[in-house]
């Protein structure tokens, strides 16, 4: 008998179906556990972190850059200034790929290697959400190219940017310097949250020296950002703080009229205050556009001023080192009077030359018959070489060198602007650790009447000058007279110290004497007016060597190897209020560059006050902005004289010239002239 067996266990497939069903439930509940336990780790536990996250991608502190303090001059003229240009800038947080992006926009924007080189450095060591210049004063070209395109470049924004201008151009080039982009060598000592959104740093002159109070402090702002790194709301903001305004000493008048004595020629003019330190005008010629480096010069500009045989980039005022002349017979002079060596009544006789005992090399005087006798107070009218000469070889280099040296000769002034020179004042231990050899007794007679190894710069004569006009008293040149802002600096206007001198206080007064017959009936007085009383001294000092019995033959010469004319004065004699160093490189005798110094005489003492010149076209003070004038609708500064906006350039410059030469024109002198060849023959002097 056959057995049947059921199709189906119904009962068994249910037990099996309800096994299933409550495992799959468990295994549904489980993970439904996890999940639950994991949106309570990250939304409870963690909820201030993801928050924070989640925050941070969407809004953003970005930095903002303080705007650079003005600088005026000591009557409140703008002499650098800030305008907006517009700028593309990026930040790492935006871009996934930062290279690839910058090569497609190195034709859009028109990028530089000099603009890649530069935006490469500085991204690197930007903070994440910082937006970093690409290109800075983008023109309406690259704006109108780039907008077409936006789309294609998330996180590349235009914006406007603050940027530096110097209206003068030219005149104030050497001492009120330039900014420029930040470079490696900088971001690796700058304080990279102080410079947080900046591009500019000061390079040279008072923008490098004054950097700290020019800069300010930078702000933030909070804002909201897509994805694609634009601004959505701004939440929140810090202001930064403007850095400090800068008033110097310098004059615009002065540095104007004696910018316009060196227009063409090669040299540099020093004025101070020898009351004060302060120095009044600075010049250094040829010079240069300054707003050519601020957004980044280009290599063409660049070679073309730093291959110039003029140097028009070097500050020959204060690292140009020239022999100095006989312009330091008066200071060498008061040495011989310390020393005890000679008084006002100790006379020599003078043939024309100087021998060393038991030496048959003649030191010639420039004078080749000589001045007969010769005391203190001739030897400095006639600039008797020989004099010197013998005082020299009475005195000693160590003596000379101690005694000069309290004068800053050798040393630096200390003046507030970068990259002084020392210049030198050799003696023996210099020449065995520079030139391994032993000093020569010919070479103490070469440095006593400013030739041989002995050179100073421009600044230092002045500053010499000055301590000679104070009767001693020691001042230190610079050229902030104020500082106004947020942070504190102090500026020291008086003297400091005194030289030491055993002599008498007239003894100054007496020398004081002798360089204002200087100027009366000696190697100066090209330039004497019945106006006031100049003091001074000329040099020549010479280029090209003449061999022993051999003369000095100007027409054999190229006009490069022509002797350098300089002069050292102050003014009015009794009570100074300006001293003043000229060098003019290759200017032929010490009398022209006199004629040179005479302008700025009469405008400090007889023209400022009356008639001061003062740039035409903008506001005196106050920013470019404010101003409502774009960088380029001013003249260059050295063309900008008068007083009146409305009055004719050309007038006011016929009228200041008129102006200042009248005393000389006055005294049957003729006025000082702009022409090289004039003003070379205006005095046949050969100190």
């Known amino acids: 008998m056959k057995q049947h067996f059921p199709l189906k266990n119904v009962q068994q497939e249910k037990r099996i179906y309800r096994n299933r069903v409550l495992i799959s439930i468990g295994i549904v509940s489980f993970f439904m556990l996890l999940l639950v336990a994991r949106y309570a780790y990250l939304q409870i536990k963690n909820y201030e972190t993801f928050s924070t996250a989640a925050d941070q991608n969407r809004i953003r502190l970005q930095p903002l850059a303080p705007s650079r303090g003005y600088i005026y001059d000591r009557n409140g003229v703008l002499l650098a200034d800030n305008y907006p240009v517009f700028s593309a800038t990026m930040s790492r947080a935006d871009v996934e790929d930062i290279d690839d992006t910058v090569k497609r926009l190195t034709p859009l924007l028109e990028l530089t290697d000099e603009d890649i080189e530069r935006f490469s450095s500085r991204i690197k060591t930007s903070k994440k959400t910082e937006r970093v210049s690409i290109k800075l004063n983008l023109n309406e070209n690259d704006i109108a190219r780039f907008s077409e395109v936006k789309y294609q470049f998330p996180g590349v924004n235009i914006e406007t940017q603050m940027t530096r201008y110097y209206p003068h151009g030219e005149l104030f080039a050497h001492v009120i310097g330039y900014v420029g982009r930040i470079n490696d060598k900088e971001l690796k000592t700058i304080d990279k949250d102080l410079y947080a959104g900046s591009n500019l740093i000061g390079k040279i002159g008072v923008e490098k020296s004054y950097e700290e109070l020019l800069h300010g402090m930078p702000g933030n702002e909070s804002v909201e950002a897509d994805a694609f790194g634009n601004v959505l709301r701004h939440l929140g903001r810090k202001d930064p703080v403007r850095g400090n305004d800068l008033y110097l000493s310098l004059d615009y008048g002065l540095q104007t009229i004696a910018s316009e004595q060196l227009a063409g020629r090669r040299g540099a003019i020093v004025a101070m205050d020898p009351r004060t330190g302060e120095i009044l005008a600075l010049v250094s010629s040829p010079s240069f556009n300054p707003n050519l480096f601020v957004t980044g ?391």
Not at 588 to 604: E, M, N
Not at 668 to 685: E, K, L, M, N, V
């Open 297 to 687: 010069i280009s290599s063409k500009d660049y070679s073309g001023l730093r291959d110039s045989l003029d140097q028009p980039l070097y500050n020959r005022a204060v690292q140009g080192a020239y022999p100095p002349g006989s312009t330091i017979k008066p200071m060498f002079g008061m040495g011989g009077i310390h020393y005890g060596l000679v008084d006002w009544s100790t006379a020599i006789s003078d043939p024309g030359y100087f021998t060393l005992p038991g030496d048959s090399h003649r030191f010639r005087d420039h004078k080749k018959t000589g001045h007969g006798a010769v005391n203190m107070h001739k030897a400095q009218v006639v600039s008797c070489d020989t004099y010197f000469y013998v005082l020299s070889y009475r005195m000693g280099i160590e003596k000379m060198n101690s005694w000069m040296r309290q004068f800053g000769f050798g040393e630096k002034t200390g003046v507030d602007l970068p990259s002084e020179s020392t210049g030198l004042y050799p003696n023996p231990e210099w020449k065995m650790r520079t030139r391994k050899s032993n000093w020569l007794k010919g070479e103490t007679i070469s440095v006593s009447i400013g030739q041989g190894a002995f050179t100073a710069t421009p600044l230092q004569l002045a500053m010499a000058t000055a301590i000679t006009a104070n009767q001693g008293s020691h001042v230190t040149p610079h050229v902030l007279r104020e500082s106004k802002g947020s942070k504190v600096h102090k500026v020291h206007n008086a003297p400091n110290g005194r030289i030491q001198f055993n002599g008498k206080p007239e003894d100054w007064i007496k020398m004081r004497d002798a360089m204002i017959d200087v100027v009366q009936t000696g190697t100066g007085r090209g330039i004497r007016t019945p106006m006031y009383q100049i003091a001074g001294k000329t040099g020549t000092a010479q280029v090209k060597s003449i061999a022993q019995g051999k003369r000095y033959n100007e027409a054999l010469l190229t006009e490069r190897q022509l002797d350098h004319g300089l002069f050292v004065g102050f003014a009015p004699a009794e009570k100074p209020e300006i001293a003043i160093a000229v060098v003019w490189e290759n200017g032929r005798h010490g009398g022209s560059a006199a004629q040179i110094a005479k302008p700025i005489f009469d405008y400090w003492l007889l023209t400022r006050k009356k008639n001061p010149i003062r740039p035409s076209g903008h506001q005196v003070s106050g920013g470019l902005m404010t101003a409502g004038i774009k960088p380029g609708e001013l003249p260059s500064g050295a063309n900008i004289l008068s007083a009146d906006p409305n009055a004719n350039p050309n007038q006011q410059t016929n009228e200041a010239n008129s102006n200042s030469n009248q005393a000389a024109q006055t005294n049957g002198q003729a006025a000082p002239t702009t022409s090289r060849a004039a003003s070379a023959a205006a005095t046949a002097d050969q100190e």
